[in-house]
């Protein structure tokens, strides 16, 4: 399997976890009317940039663009400080975005 369709399964699976993170903290607004709005509106921003970041970069990933690979190290690197599962989840997207990828097979279409 490419590297860059492993990538990208890889950001998808981390874009569903923090959309479903996303969920819950909704959630909680909504069944804790007495909860301040800042102290729920900080982790839902937090939750969904993180989430637009991943699933950009899955997209990306899934066509071999350049502009994925960039964004999927940076990425990695940060999730290195997440000690254990973050750091084993960074090393294993080093591992498959540290190597350029190879361009995406276009079909040929025979006439």
Known sequence: MERSIKVARAHRALSWLYAVLLVVFV????????????S????????????LAHYITARGARQSKP???????V????LLVGFPVGTLIGIYLLANTWKPWSPPVTPRVVA
């Open 27 to 38: 959630a909680i607004g909504i069944l804790q009317p007495d909860a301040k709005a800042s």
């Open 40 to 51: 729920v509106a900080f982790p839902l921003i937090v939750f969904g940039i993180v989430f």
């Open 67 to 73: 502009w994925a690979r960039t964004a999927s190290i």
């Open 75 to 78: 990425i990695s690197v940060l």
